[in-house]
């Protein structure tokens, strides 16, 4: 047997696996041959030991608490880049120079408007609708306008498709947002970078401008970036696993954000906020109780924004976060009483058995929240929030896997535990 394979020691006798080497991180066992030769399959719930791809894109190092996009860290992309940038990065694979970013930036600034004809989809929404459910229809909506991205074939059509996406989807989060309140629609201002042109579009109203701080601008370019991509997450694995079929980039993503709003994945980061608030409004709820909670396994109640099931460290995107809530809150709010609870709740996690035992640290969504609300969203737009920032990811998996020889159609298998094979019974003899 060889250094470069494994080998099963089967019921049937032994079978000698390839090992798949990585760049960085674990080698894999070649599995593909296995069913058809051994007889056998593997058993892996939510994949958790299970490669679906080989990629490029992005890397986690669980252990080290370590985030790279294309080889850059995560902290030196916050620092140093800004979200369009790091799409392009996600998209493409290099950092483009001068040139290129300002065709780039240019091309999606200036192409955030809706077709006219999209104000009676909003329309049709009742008020209270969740902005999510308005995203992933919306989504799939103004693909209806561009049929040529409905089977890109070719890469100019899968491009144009990318820019549309990611320049459209603030302007479909910001009319979720004023239908939700009542407020007219506001249109992108050519003038405007990305980030600029969809805090215009939130909170400006037709009577007044909103003045656009530069600090916020700053702070919403780091939040997204931060939220940009995480190799084969929840979401980017329904992407994928919906694009495997040959379904559009549309599509694909709006499914995407259905996985996305689930409270165990991006949907955590509002969760987080109903959690805090609720211990801060509840004059029975403390620290000590809230964690007991947490660790009664008769309570469904977990710690969210607590937990990873790669990060078995602090979360770099967390880290970042915890740091810069101060200085969004001294610019903003000034100070907010679910930032301390939240830094109470993490000091004692941090130093409770159940919490360390099972290496439960905070991830990208325990701070999200505060610096999401101290810049003046509501609650029910920190998920499009989240979403508009894995946007790219999303696409640029989308793209990886429509580009991979290795793609096939996703169809996992099952172990089969119902009943064996039987007759039908008449009715009158039941
Ligand atoms: C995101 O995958 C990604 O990369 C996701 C993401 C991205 O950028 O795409 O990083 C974004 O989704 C972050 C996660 C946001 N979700 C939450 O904050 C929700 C709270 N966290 C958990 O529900 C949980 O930690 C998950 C869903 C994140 C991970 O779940 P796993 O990997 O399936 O782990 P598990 O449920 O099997 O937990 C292992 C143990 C269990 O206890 P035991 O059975 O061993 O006794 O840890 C416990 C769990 O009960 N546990 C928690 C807990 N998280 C795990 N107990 C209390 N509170 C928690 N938050």
């Known amino acids: 047997m060889s250094e470069d394979t494994a080998r099963l020691e089967l019921p049937n006798g032994p079978y000698d696996v390839d090992l798949l080497e990585s760049t960085v991180g674990l080698p894999g066992l070649d599995i593909r041959k296995l069913r058809a030769e051994s007889r056998v399959i593997t058993f892996d719930p939510g994949f958790a030991n299970t490669a679906i791809a080989k990629s490029s894109i992005t890397y986690v190092d669980g252990a080290a608490g370590e985030l790279r996009h294309r080889g850059y860290s995560i902290e030196e992309i916050a620092k140093n880049s800004s979200f369009l940038e790091l799409a392009y990065l996600l998209l493409y694979g290099a950092l483009p120079n001068a040139v290129e970013l300002s065709e780039w930036e240019n091309d999606i600034s200036h192409h955030m408007m809706l077709n006219e004809e999209m104000r009676s989809f909003f ?7 969740h902005p999510m459910a308005v995203l992933s229809s919306a989504t799939n909506a103004i693909s209806t306008f561009y049929d040529v991205y409905r089977r890109p ?3 100019k059509e899968i491009d144009a498709g990318a820019r549309t996406l ?3 989807l603030p302007t479909i989060a910001a009319w979720a947002y004023k239908k939700s309140i009542g407020e007219p629609y506001m249109y992108p201002n050519d003038e405007y970078s990305y980030v600029e042109s969809f805090l215009h579009m939130m909170f400006s109203r037709p009577t007044q401008e909103k003045r656009i701080d530069p600090a ?3 702070a919403l370019n780091v939040l997204l970036i931060l939220h940009a991509d995480h190799e084969m997450n929840c979401s980017t694995a329904t992407v994928r696993s919906v694009g495997s079929s ?3 980039m549309f599509t694909s993503v709006a499914a995407g954000m259905g996985a996305l709003w689930g409270p165990l994945h991006g949907g955590a980061n509002q969760a987080v906020i109903e959690m805090l608030q609720a211990i801060h409004d509840d004059p029975d709820a403390t620290i000590a109780s809230t964690l007991e909670r947490a660790k009664d396994k008769n309570d469904e109640f977990r710690l969210m924004g607590f937990g990873h099931r790669v990060y078995t460290n602090y979360d770099p995107r967390a880290k970042i976060l915890a740091s810069y809530a101060e200085d969004v809150l001294a610019a903003t709010a000034g100070s907010d009483p679910l930032l301390d ?3 109470d709740l993490e000091a004692a996690a941090l130093e409770d ?6 290496k439960l640290f905070p991830n990208v969504d325990f701070y999200s929240g505060v610096i999401f609300r101290a810049l003046g969203f509501p609650q029910r737009m920190f998920t499009v929030l989240f979403t508009i920032g894995r946007l790219p990811g999303w696409i640029a998996h989308w793209m990886e896997m429509n580009t991979d020889p290795d793609t096939r159609i996703m169809r996992p298998r099952q172990i089969y535990i119902g009943e064996p094979a039987r007759a039908y019974v008449p009715l009158d003899q039941r």
């Open 216 to 218: 916020i601008v700053k």
């Open 353 to 358: 058995d159940y919490f360390v035992e099972r």
């Open 341 to 343: 609870i939240a830094r």
């Open 246 to 248: 040959r379904a559009n």
């Open 153 to 155: 074939t070719r890469k």
């Open 166 to 168: 990611i320049a459209k």
């Open 123 to 129: 329309d049709a929404f009742p008020r209270r609708a």
